[in-house]
């Protein structure tokens, strides 16, 4: 048996992109990235869809660390009719 038959059955986990990866791929200065970004937990609501939604992953004690879900990314940029490419 090869490694490549070999099944894990590990959970998926998110593939996370810091905000700065995404603002550089994205060519965006902070103020504009911001224009198009939902911050779960210090916005309200249901993110719509046409906003990027980005998750805080530090704890609540400490200071906001925003990242971006590749599937997200990959979702808003869809939408937006940016072309992607598997990475």
């Not at 990314?73 to 939408?79: A, V």
Request: charged fraction near 30%; aromatic fraction near 10%.
């Amino acid at each position: 048996m090869t490694l490549n038959e070999v099944e894990a059955g590990l959970p998926e986990l998110p593939f996370l992109l810091h905000v700065d990866q995404v603002r550089a791929l994205l060519d965006l200065n902070e103020k504009e990235f911001m224009s198009i970004a939902f911050r779960r937990g210090i916005d309200y609501g249901d993110p719509p869809s046409r906003l990027l939604c980005l998750m805080n992953i530090a704890p609540t004690d400490q200071d906001p660390m925003w990242r971006v879900d590749y599937k997200e990314l990959r979702r808003w940029c869809r939408r937006n009719q940016i072309p992607t490419y598997q990475w």
